[in-house]
């Protein structure tokens, strides 16, 4: 957006956090084998989360949980003069990352099952 001009903050910091709130259903639509222009109906993404709220908070927390590890874990490349304890605790923070990915993605993918009466493109 600042590209063609828009610099408005307003509008440029909550569009981040607001891609990552759908970004469970919208793995979820893709996953599901479903039409690509399916993540851009806002039909299709908002009526679910608003009707199953509360386990969809779950699963958006679980995913930026996995995100905040991932981000604040370092591969052995990226340390600076590296001990030894530095390392394994990164390798533990990377693959503590990796797990809690899985189990984010497999929390998707309940809820999906779970409030497939709420997916209308599920049903189909």
Known sequence: LRIIGLDWKWLLYPLPWLGLLTLPLVLLILSTGQELYQVF???????PIFRAFGPYVVVVLLVLLAVAVE???????????????T??????????AALLNVFAMRAIGLFGRHYECYLPWLRE
Do not use: F, M, Y
Not at 41 to 47: H, P, S, W, Y
């Open 87 to 96: 390392v394994w605790l990164h390798l533990a923070g990377n693959i503590a």
């Open 71 to 85: 981000w604040l874990t370092k591969t052995k490349g990226r340390l600076d003069e590296p001990s030894a304890g």
């Open 41 to 47: 109906r806002l039909d299709q993404i908002v009526v």
